[in-house]
Nanobody
């Protein structure tokens, strides 16, 4: 079992910033696309942003221009810089990583980190 380790959530005022991090421990696999998803109370888990191994990224429409995803392949770590946060961004944020062993692929999830935007 591969445990993704997330950090960086917390309470922030509207307009503030937070940076989330997620690290995949080293192992006998390759790390493909990584990303962030979020789930607000009573809602489904939705895509926030993804980034490929070559840095191609994709964002949900409601975070474009405010959030920035990046990764450090040498550290198996993905980051989510969140600026201009709004109360609607309040959710549990989950890291996702697609891992590959030979021709086999599997998605793994972090434990989730709470982000609360409130005055």
């Amino acid at each position: 079992q591969v445990q993704l380790v997330e950090s960086g959530g917390g309470l922030v005022q509207p307009g503030g910033s937070l940076r989330l991090s997620c690290t995949v421990p080293r192992g006998k696999y390759s790390v493909n696309t990584m990303g962030w998803y979020r789930q607000a109370p009573g809602k489904q888990r939705d895509l926030v942003a993804t980034i490929s191994t070559t840095g191609i990224y994709n964002y949900a429409d409601d975070v474009k221009g405010r959030f920035s995803i990046s990764r450090d392949n040498s550290k198996n770590t993905v980051y989510l810089q969140m600026n201009a946060l709004k109360p609607d961004d309040t959710a549990v944020y989950y890291c996702n990583a697609n891992l590959q062993w030979g021709k086999n692929f599997r998605d793994y999830w972090g434990q989730g980190t709470q982000v609360t935007v409130s005055s």
